[in-house]
C-alpha cells in the first residue's frame, strides 16, 4: 500500500454557467490544477471523473467528452457516482488506482451542468436519488427529505429555526472571501430566519444552489509527488458508508447512519479523533446537514449541533472551523463536482493558500461528503507533508 | 500491492425481465454468487456497483438500492459508469479496492434493466454516449457507429458479409449451451446473411439483445481467499485506455485505439501474451466488434479477424475460444452487467465449470469490454489458482 498525496488542485467558477459546457468547466479546473505543478499532461497515468446524473449532462458517458477535451486519450479513466458524493467516490478511487500500483500520477475531475432546466425540474431529477420505488413515485424531493430531518432534529434535540439560520449566515460570509464560489452575497440573520418556505421548516435560504462547476485534483504516489510539489498533503484516512436508499426505514432522522461509519473508519485508518482536527469541509446541501455533519463527525455531541454554530465554534477561529469555502450553501453544489472542490479547499487549506478565509496553522483537514439523503458517505483525512 | 482473488461467481437470467426490477435482478445474481463460496454477507467488506445508464433504470443513484436490498448498508459502495464497459470498471474497482488495502472482500455488481422502453427510445438514450455536441444531435447511433467500422474494415481488409454473420452463428450455438443467455436459438449463416437491415451492412443478427440481467463476483485478498474457496482465479493483468469521445475524430475506423492500449497493458501487467490466452470473452456489441476485438487483442494479424472466425480459430476446439456463454450477441447485453458477466464466465472456464461450452484445460482467460464505440476500454487477464 502506497502513500498518496495531492500534488495539484483547482476549480472553475462555479455558478449559472451558462457560457460554459461541462467539458470546458473541467478544461478550466484543470489549467488551475496544474499550473503550480511540476508535470505535464504526459505524466498523468489515468484518470477518474465524477458526474452526479445523466439529464442534466445531456449524456449516457459524460466522462468520455471531459477525457478527449482534456487531450488525454488514450489514457484510462472512469466514471463514479454516488448521487451527491459522486466527488468524493472518484477521490477515493484515485486514491485507490495509484495505492494499488495500477498508476503513479492520477487526475480526478468532477463536472456537473445544473442550470439546463427550471429549478423544478432539476428538483424532479435529483428525487430519483430517493428511492425509485418506495418514496420518489409518491412525491419526494430533497428539501423534503431534508425538512424531516429537520423536523426530527428540532423535535428530539431542541434545535432553534435561528441555529439552521446561522449555519447560512456563517457559509454566505466565506462565500464572499472565495472568489469561485456561487454566491458573492453576506446575509444577516433576519435575512435567514425570515425567507420565503421552501419545504417546512426549510426556506430558501437553507437550500444549497443550483450551480454549474468543476473542480479537480491531482493525486500522486509518494515518489512521484516529491518530484512534483514541496507542498504535498497527503490521504492518511478514507471511510465509505452507506445508509438504506428509503428514508422510511430509517430508525432515526437526526443522523446518518453511513456518515457516522465512514467516520469512524477513516478516523481509524488514519489514528486521528475529532479533536485532531484542523478544518473541515461537510455536505451542508441543506442547514440541517451540516448541524447533523457536527454530529455524526464528533466535533460535539449528539444534538449540539445548533448550539455549535450559533457559538461560532465553526467559523475560522472556532475549534472545528466548517467550510470556509461558503460550502455547498454558498460556493456552490454541482453534483459531481461537489466533493472534489471540498478536497480542492482542504488542500489550499493544508497548504495555507486559502487568504482571508485561511483556518491558521491547519494541518490535518477532513472531507464529509453525502450523496441523496444519506445513501453514499465518504469521510477522508487529509495531513500536511 | 495485494493479489486479488474471484472467489465466487453468478449471474441472474438475461433476458426481457419484465418479472423483476433492477434490485431483484441483483438478488438472482448474489445468490447464485454466494453459493458455493464459505462466507456470507458479514464478511463482505465493501461493495462497488456498475450501471450504464439514469434513464431506463429510472434512478439517479440505483446502486443504492441494490445495496440496500442485498441486505449490506451500512458497507461502503458507489457505482462504476463507463457505458458498455461499467461492469468492467467495477471489477478493475473491486479489485483496486483489495490491492489498496482498503478491504480484504468486495462484492461487484453489475446491473441494468433496459426493457422499459421500445427498442427505439433506448437506442436514442444509448446515443447519449457518443459525444453529445458533435455527433448525437446530428442523428448517430450505435448500429450507425458500428456500420461505418464494418464498412471501413469491409473496404479496407476485404472482410466479408458471411464473415460478419460467423460471429453470430458461433455465438448464438454457445448461448443454447448457457441456460443464463438471453438467446436460446441457433442459427445458420443463411439466416444470419438474410436477416433485416438495420444500418448497412449491419442486419438484425449482426446486433446484440436488449437485455435486462445482472452478474455479480466475489473479490478477495489472498488470505481470505483460501479461506473462502479452494478454487481461487486470480486476476493478474489490469488495462485501461481510452478513445476519443467523437468518432469522426480517429485516423481509423478499423480498428479502436483505446483497446490496444488496454491489452498492451493487461499483457505487459501479466507478463502474458495473446498466445498465452486459453480462453476470452470480447465486446461483441455487433458482430464487426468481435472482429476488430480479435485483431486489437493480437489473436490475428491486423485484417484477419474475419478469416479467424470462418476457420473455427475462435471455436470452443480453436485456438482462441471466444464468447463460449454467447457473447453480447445471444447471452444478452445488459449494460453494467454485461462485464461483469464477462468476468463470471471466465471463472467458470478456468474452474472447469462450463459444461457442454468448456474451452478444455483452460488456465489463462482474458475479457475485452469497450463502452461506447471505444471511449472507454478494460482488459482483464484471469489465472487459474
Not at 514541496?230 to 430509517?250: H, N, Y
Not at 455547498?328 to 453544489?333: E, P, V, Y
Not at 493558500?353 to 485561511?358: F, I, K, N, Y
Request: net charge negative; glycine share 10%.
Amino acid at each position: 500500500m502506497r502513500d498518496v498525496a495531492f500534488v495539484g488542485q483547482g476549480m472553475s467558477k462555479f455558478g449559472d454557467r451558462e457560457d460554459a459546457s461541462g467539458r470546458e468547466l473541467a478544461f478550466e479546473a484543470f489549467e488551475e490544477t496544474m499550473k503550480d505543478v511540476d508535470a505535464t499532461r504526459d505524466d498523468i497515468d489515468s484518470m477518474v471523473t465524477a458526474f452526479g446524473v445523466d439529464e442534466t449532462n445531456h449524456s449516457a458517458q459524460p466522462s468520455s467528452e471531459v477525457v478527449t477535451y482534456l487531450g488525454l486519450n488514450p489514457k484510462a479513466d472512469f466514471r463514479t457516482e454516488a448521487a451527491c458524493a459522486s466527488g468524493s467516490a472518484a477521490v477515493r478511487s484515485g486514491y485507490m488506482t495509484i495505492a494499488s500500483g495500477l498508476a503513479d500520477v492520477v487526475l480526478v475531475m468532477g463536472v456537473e451542468k445544473l442550470n439546463e432546466f427550471p429549478t423544478s425540474h432539476t428538483t424532479e431529477v435529483f428525487g430519483k436519488a430517493g428511492d425509485t420505488i418506495w418514496e420518489y413515485p409518491y412525491g419526494t424531493t430533497f428539501p423534503g427529505y431534508y425538512a424531516m430531518m429537520a423536523t426530527a432534529h428540532m423535535s428530539k434535540y431542541g434545535t432553534t429555526r435561528e441555529q439552521l439560520s446561522e449555519v447560512a449566515v456563517k457559509n454566505h460570509k466565506y462565500a464572499t472571501m472565495n472568489k469561485y464560489a456561487h454566491m458573492q452575497k453576506e446575509i444577516t440573520l433576519k435575512d435567514a430566519v425570515s425567507a420565503n418556505p421552501v419545504a417546512h421548516p426549510l426556506n430558501l435560504y437553507d437550500c444549497s444552489l443550483i450551480t454549474d462547476g468543476a473542480a479537480s485534483v491531482l493525486l500522486a504516489s509518494e515518489e512521484k509527488a516529491k518530484e512534483m510539489t514541496d507542498t504535498p498533503v497527503w490521504i492518511t484516512g478514507l471511510g465509505g458508508g452507506t445508509s438504506s436508499s428509503t428514508q422510511f426505514k430509517r430508525s432515526d432522522n437526526t443522523s446518518i447512519r453511513g456518515a457516522r461509519v465512514a467516520a469512524e473508519k477513516a478516523y481509524e485508518m488514519s489514528s486521528k479523533s475529532p479533536e485532531d482536527i484542523d478544518v473541515a469541509t461537510v455536505h451542508d446541501c441543506f442547514t440541517i446537514a451540516e448541524i447533523i455533519a457536527y454530529e455524526d463527525l464528533g466535533f460535539c455531541e449528539k444534538g449540539k449541533g445548533g448550539e455549535l454554530v450559533e457559538e461560532g465554534e465553526t467559523y475560522a477561529d472556532g475549534k472545528f472551523p466548517v467550510n470556509l469555502d461558503g460550502g455547498l450553501k454558498a460556493k456552490g453544489h454541482p453534483i459531481g463536482a461537489t466533493g472534489v472542490s471540498m478536497s480542492v479547499e482542504i488542500a489550499k487549506q493544508l497548504g495555507g493558500e486559502a487568504g482571508d478565509r485561511q483556518a491558521d496553522g491547519a494541518e490535518i483537514g477532513l472531507t464529509h461528503n453525502v450523496g441523496g439523503n444519506g445513501q453514499h458517505v465518504f469521510v477522508h483525512i487529509y495531513e500536511r507533508g
